[in-house]
Protein backbone atom coordinates (compact mmCIF):
# COMPACT_ATOMS: atom_id res chain seq x y z
CA UNK A 1 0.00 0.00 0.00
CA UNK A 2 1.50 3.60 -1.05
CA UNK A 3 1.80 5.90 1.60
CA UNK A 4 1.06 9.45 0.65
CA UNK A 5 2.88 11.87 3.51
CA UNK A 6 1.08 15.45 2.81
CA UNK A 7 -0.52 17.46 5.66
CA UNK A 8 -4.01 16.50 4.84
CA UNK A 9 -2.83 12.83 4.34
CA UNK A 10 -1.64 12.32 7.74
CA UNK A 11 -4.38 14.61 9.41
CA UNK A 12 -7.16 12.48 8.03
CA UNK A 13 -5.07 8.80 9.40
CA UNK A 14 -4.57 10.69 12.68
CA UNK A 15 -8.15 11.10 12.82
CA UNK A 16 -9.13 7.72 11.43
CA UNK A 17 -6.54 6.04 14.62
CA UNK A 18 -7.98 8.06 17.48
CA UNK A 19 -11.76 8.13 16.27
CA UNK A 20 -12.15 4.34 15.76
CA UNK A 21 -9.72 2.11 17.95
CA UNK A 22 -12.09 0.49 19.62
CA UNK A 23 -13.80 -1.01 16.51
CA UNK A 24 -10.98 -1.35 14.84
CA UNK A 25 -8.39 -2.75 16.84
CA UNK A 26 -11.16 -4.03 19.67
CA UNK A 27 -13.95 -5.92 17.03
CA UNK A 28 -11.73 -5.41 14.05
CA UNK A 29 -14.25 -3.35 12.30
CA UNK A 30 -14.24 -0.65 9.59
CA UNK A 31 -16.97 1.62 10.25
CA UNK A 32 -18.96 2.74 7.82
CA UNK A 33 -22.20 3.03 5.89
CA UNK A 34 -22.03 -1.13 7.20
CA UNK A 35 -19.49 -2.78 9.70
CA UNK A 36 -17.41 -4.21 7.72
CA UNK A 37 -15.18 -6.62 8.87
CA UNK A 38 -13.45 -7.87 5.89
CA UNK A 39 -9.90 -6.18 5.08
CA UNK A 40 -10.03 -5.29 8.86
CA UNK A 41 -6.61 -7.46 9.61
CA UNK A 42 -5.07 -6.28 6.67
CA UNK A 43 -5.63 -2.70 7.68
CA UNK A 44 -4.73 -3.09 11.42
CA UNK A 45 -1.11 -4.70 10.64
CA UNK A 46 -0.63 -1.88 7.87
CA UNK A 47 -1.25 0.71 10.45
CA UNK A 48 0.65 -1.11 13.18
CA UNK A 49 3.50 -1.53 10.43
CA UNK A 50 6.94 -0.43 11.49
CA UNK A 51 6.85 2.23 8.36
CA UNK A 52 3.43 3.80 9.75
CA UNK A 53 4.59 4.39 12.86
CA UNK A 54 7.44 6.25 11.95
CA UNK A 55 6.04 8.44 9.45
CA UNK A 56 3.40 9.27 11.92
CA UNK A 57 6.38 10.33 14.42
CA UNK A 58 8.14 12.11 11.90
CA UNK A 59 5.33 13.75 11.16
CA UNK A 60 4.09 14.89 14.23
CA UNK A 61 7.57 16.86 14.37
CA UNK A 62 6.89 18.93 10.84
CA UNK A 63 3.56 19.51 11.88
CA UNK A 64 4.07 20.34 16.02
CA UNK A 65 2.66 23.52 15.43
CA UNK A 66 -0.18 22.71 13.46
CA UNK A 67 -3.83 22.69 14.73
CA UNK A 68 -4.24 19.07 14.60
CA UNK A 69 -0.89 18.02 16.09
CA UNK A 70 -2.13 16.54 19.13
CA UNK A 71 -4.22 14.01 17.22
CA UNK A 72 -1.25 13.09 15.75
CA UNK A 73 0.23 12.70 18.92
CA UNK A 74 -2.25 10.58 20.22
CA UNK A 75 -2.28 8.39 16.87
CA UNK A 76 1.08 7.68 17.78
CA UNK A 77 0.40 6.69 21.49
CA UNK A 78 -2.49 4.28 20.38
CA UNK A 79 -0.21 2.76 17.28
CA UNK A 80 2.90 2.17 20.28
CA UNK A 81 0.69 1.08 22.63
CA UNK A 82 -1.51 -1.69 20.27
CA UNK A 83 2.17 -3.12 19.20
CA UNK A 84 3.65 -3.15 22.11
CA UNK A 85 0.81 -4.81 24.07
CA UNK A 86 -0.57 -6.55 21.12
CA UNK A 87 -3.95 -5.90 22.43
CA UNK A 88 -5.56 -6.57 18.80
CA UNK A 89 -7.48 -9.35 18.24
CA UNK A 90 -5.49 -12.26 16.96
CA UNK A 91 -3.55 -11.16 13.79
Known sequence: MEVTESKASIKHLSNFIVNEEIALFERNKIRGFYDKTEHS???I???LSE???KLIQRKYFEFENESFSEKI???EQIVTFRIKSNT???L
Open 73 to 75: SWA
Open 51 to 53: NIG
Open 41 to 43: KEL
Open 88 to 90: YNN
Open 45 to 47: NWI
